[in-house]
């Protein structure tokens, strides 16, 4: 049995080759592979010693040769095709392991030159891997360290399993694909091409879940590049998590993402908030936040911009909550909601990546787009009505304005020192939206007498602004653009309410 390996991760490779080694498997290698296994003690062949050709080019040419690839690609069971290696003095080669050029982590350095990521791009090793892996049913092929122990265990157990083999062969492809992908994606970056006319996309398979949105529907998570968005969390406690979890922690996390560093917290029902708050600390923030609809609360996921500590913890307990994500936990934190065995507990910051795309699956197609930017900053805005806010009125213009963004379209939210008092979500007029925001509030309590109000698309008509008029709203920030503008305007100033005009829409359908 004759060996081939040849990779750029070399984790686990030593003790794999010992163990083939000791099976009187031959090995053969190419350049720093081989140099590491003979620093490990063990006798390798340089592949040049096989083709009978030396490695060229700078390392671009050493296994692309019909010695190797005859090797791999004869078929055990058609005697032409071994006559026909035998008649040119080519030897079978029944495993290969290579992983590829790090091109992903290359292309990924900051300021790095475009001729270091494309002599990344590895030529030789994506084509041995495919071979190998349509010979499957003769041929092991290994791509991933991690099944290194699994084919050795076969190996010395004198087992022949084809089922694996076959399986090793199906992640050599999604495996190829996915490094081509990534080339693809960035030859069309360095011509400033967000939209290619091809679109590669390649996700790894992060878990599976129970089932979909409905248990009637089967379910997986995918992420586009692992450990980074909500694959970079890590769960401390709780049951696994759910399709609908997944899609709530996603917009809890929008939700806080425009506050920073700032203490927040976001209360999440069916991936829209129905509190959402800042405060002095994760506490005070999280107080805020169920202040504003307790009710629909229940059942929630909360997100935090700053560590749960134990006074945090201990508030949480008492409501039944699905999950909680935070960048950390105190230890004593986690041992409080860890008595919930049910609840959930993530930790960690999911990030988008760099110059992340936005998709959006429709039927035969895909919709994609840049992510939402963050909401303007106040410098931009513009003051279009009679009377300028105060300073109070601001900085819950500006809370307000941040807060909308994350809710979903028509949105409206009614904002009093730092908190949302009244959030209409989803409605299909502006006027209903503010209705339903002024309805939860007063419900519950809220007095709506000098609250800002935020809306994530202009004003169609006057009767939004009368309507938050007769509420009490004193100040409204809202994008303009609206052929009726001089008529909300004019409403605005009747009422006497200070409004401010973004230029920016925040919808989110």
């Not at 694959?231 to 709530?248: I, P, R, T």
């Not at 601001?394 to 009244?422: C, E, H, P, Y």
């Not at 006057?462 to 052929?483: C, E, F, H, L, Y």
């Amino acid at each position: 049995m004759r060996a081939l390996l040849s990779v750029s991760d070399k984790s686990g490779l030593v003790p794999f080759a010992q163990g083939l080694a000791a099976k009187g498997v031959e090995l053969v290698s190419t350049g720093g592979t081989a140099r590491t296994l003979r620093e490990a003690g063990l006798a390798v062949k340089d592949i040049s010693e096989i083709t009978g050709f030396p490695e060229m080019l700078d390392g671009r040419v050493k296994t692309l040769h019909p010695v190797v690839h005859g090797g791999l690609l004869a078929r055990r069971d058609l005697p032409e095709h071994m006559e026909a290696i035998k008649a040119h003095n080519i030897g079978t080669i029944d495993l290969v392991v290579v992983n590829l050029y790090p091109f992903r982590q290359t292309a990924a350095k900051p300021g790095v030159h475009p001729e270091e990521v494309i002599e990344n791009i590895d030529i030789g090793g994506p084509s041995m891997l495919r071979s190998a892996a349509k010979n499957f049913e003769s041929v092991w092929v290994i791509v991933d360290p991690s099944d290194y122990t699994t084919v050795l265990d076969i190996v010395n157990a004198g087992g022949d399993d084809l089922a694996f083999r076959r399986l090793l062969a199906e992640k050599v492809y999604a495996h190829t694909s996915a490094y081509d992908s990534a080339i693809a994606t960035w030859f069309a970056q360095q011509r400033g091409e967000p939209f290619p006319p091809t679109l590669p996309l390649a996700f790894e398979k992060q878990q599976s879940l129970r089932y979909g949105e409905n248990p009637q529907q089967r379910a997986a998570f995918y992420v586009e590049k692992p450990g980074a968005g909500l694959g970079a969390l890590v769960q401390k406690g709780g049951k696994e998590l759910s399709f609908n979890n997944l899609l709530d922690l996603e917009g809890a996390l929008l939700a806080i993402e425009p506050f920073g560093a700032q203490p927040a917290c976001a209360i999440i029902k069916h991936t829209t908030p129905c509190g959402l708050a800042t405060g002095s600390d994760a506490l005070d923030a999280y107080k805020k936040a169920l202040a504003c609809d307790p009710v629909s609360a229940f059942g929630s996921v909360i997100a935090f911009s700053v560590p749960v500590d134990i006074a945090a913890a201990e508030a949480i307990s008492s409501l039944f909550v699905e999950c909680i994500v935070a960048p950390s936990f105190a230890e004593e934190a986690v041992e409080i909601l860890g008595r919930k065995k049910n609840l959930r507990v993530l930790e960690g910051k999911a990030s988008w990546p760099a110059h992340g795309m936005d998709y959006k699956r429709v039927r035969g197609g895909l919709l994609v787009q840049d992510r939402a930017p963050s909401p303007t900053d106040p410098q931009q805005w513009n003051v279009v009505s009679s009377r300028q806010p105060t300073p109070e009125e601001q900085r819950d213009l500006l809370f307000a304005w941040k807060s909308v963004a994350s809710v979903k379209s028509n949105a409206i939210v009614l904002a009093r020192n730092g908190a949302t008092i009244g959030i209409g979500a989803g409605q299909m007029s502006r006027v209903d939206a503010s209705f339903v925001a002024v309805h939860k509030a007063t419900t519950l309590g809220h007095d709506t007498k000098g609250a800002s109000l935020g809306s994530d698309a202009f004003f169609p008509f006057r009767d939004g602004i009368d309507q938050a008029a007769a509420a009490g709203v004193t100040a409204i920030v809202q994008p303009g653009g609206s052929v009726r503008d001089e008529e909300v305007i004019a409403a605005a100033n009747e009422h006497g309410i200070a409004m401010v005009f973004t230029g920016e829409r925040l919808f989110r359908h």
